[in-house]
């Protein structure tokens, strides 16, 4: 079993969580100015990935755009399709689609992981449970690490649609709104509340 094998049904089982999906968790954070090159890059990238519709595409044409800007602002360090592996006998292994982590050390994942992405082509829910996995791992990961954070917060996202997520104590909450990349400023914003509330 590895984090693909999750669904929403089977990680609150499996795992003991309390799900809270009607909750507004970001609709009043802040947009965040992005600079001229990202907009430039997104209007130029956007059709070209949705036109292609695999993960990889929006990967590489879209998300990670988005990360470099962020890491451009904040003292972070992101990593894509690394080995994730915390307990196998959990099942909380494989590979992530994208980390975040609050250290700028780029060479190698360091605690604190603050955020998880899930890229997908096909329906955000199907990456939910596998989402909330990860962030579940993040969780043991900091711990070991001595490194403990309050809270993890995750996303799943086709490059085009996002819908974001928060992992406290036993409690996942799935924001009820979706956001889209036509407004990257919004996105973006989100993402840096995210790193700047795991400062706190």
Known sequence: MSY???DLKK??????????ENKDLFSNIEEVEISDFLSAILKQNIPIA????TEKACSEL????????LKKQLQISFFSGID???????????FCDFIISQSSEQFFLEAPVITVVEAKNEKIV???GQCIAEMIAASIYNERENKAISCIYGAV??????KFLKLEANTAYIDIEDYYIKNPKNIVGI??????????
Do not use: P
């Open 4 to 6: 693909s094998d999750f």
């Open 11 to 20: 990680v609150k089982s499996e795992f003991k969580l309390e799900i809270v």
């Open 50 to 53: 949705l036109a292609i519709s």
């Open 62 to 69: 879209i998300i990670v755009n988005l990360f470099l800007e």
């Open 84 to 94: 994730f592996t915390v307990d196998k006998e959990k099942g909380l292994n494989g």
């Open 126 to 128: 199907k990456g939910l």
């Open 157 to 162: 996202t086709t490059g085009h649609a996002w």
């Open 191 to 200: 993402l840096t509340y995210m790193v700047k509330q795991s400062t706190k």
